[in-house]
């Protein structure tokens, strides 16, 4: 079952400005990450935020955790028109629990226009 | 570093064929892991694996088999390829437990 949904489905924005996505989940996790998928092509990382944090920055990138409303968001700041892709959050469960494998949401489909 | 490496990119599958999607990494990560990804689904685990000789299921594992004989390959075997496996399937593995994934390139299956 789907641990992660993202919201929205899909966003679409113009260069320069800034896009939030956000994702819910449903059970205790040891951390939440976010993928980033250009068409065609494999996830890659970006960024791991711990049960523990609060908000971790990289780059242009902003991330946000709150373990109380079962929610995290992605926050990309001056987009570029290379930003286009899908981002995915992940959640891997609290110890104890799950497959230690990473628990996939539906993604957002970001555009950026040049 | 290749990183995960996988074989083929496309394939095309009559129904009822069996074939076996190869992956390898070359990072000696102890995790590894199967996705498929359909639109509008995300990405669902069909198998995993937390070290050689050690294999479990995930979400989403009928109709699929692994093994892990090496650290560095874990090998996906369609048994008798359905159209309802059309798909993209993806490869991924970790350092340890808490880390991030590194995925392969995927490979775009269709059964017809």
């Known amino acids: 079952s789907q641990q992660g949904e993202e919201d929205p489905q899909a966003l679409s924005i113009q260069e320069g400005e800034n896009a939030t996505m956000n994702c819910s989940y449903k059970?205790?996790?040891?951390?939440l990450q976010w993928y980033r998928q250009n068409s065609g092509r494999g996830l890659v990382h970006l960024i791991l935020?711990?049960?523990?944090?609060r908000e971790k920055h990289s780059g242009r990138l902003r991330v946000t955790l709150d373990t109380s409303k079962k929610s995290s968001s992605l926050l990309i700041t001056a987009s570029r028109a290379a930003d286009t892709a899908s981002y995915f959050c992940?959640?891997?469960?609290?110890?104890?629990?799950?497959?230690?494998?990473?628990?996939f949401g539906k993604g957002t489909k970001l555009s950026v226009i040049p | 570093n290749a990183g995960v490496t996988q074989t083929p990119k496309f394939q095309v599958l009559k129904t009822g064929q069996s074939m076996t999607l190869q992956c390898a990494q070359d990072?000696?990560?102890?995790?590894m892991s199967w996705y498929r990804q359909d639109p509008g689904m995300g990405l669902r685990l069909i198998h995993y694996?937390?070290?050689?000789?050690?294999?479990d299921q995930g979400e989403v594992p009928n109709g699929y088999n692994v093994s892990r004989s090496t650290t560095e390959d874990f090998p996906l075997r369609l048994l008798s390829a359905a159209p309802s496996q059309t798909s993209v399937y993806f490869c991924?593995?970790?350092?340890?437990?808490?880390?991030?994934?590194?995925f392969g390139q995927g490979t775009r299956l269709t059964v017809v």
């Open positions: 991924a593995s970790k350092n340890s437990r808490n880390t991030e994934a590194f």
């Open positions: 059970t205790s996790i040891n951390n």
């Open positions: 935020i711990r049960s523990n944090e």
């Open positions: 992940a959640t891997v469960p609290y110890s104890g629990a799950g497959s230690y494998q990473l628990t």
């Open positions: 990072m000696n990560h102890e995790y």
């Open positions: 694996s937390v070290g050689a000789g050690i294999t």
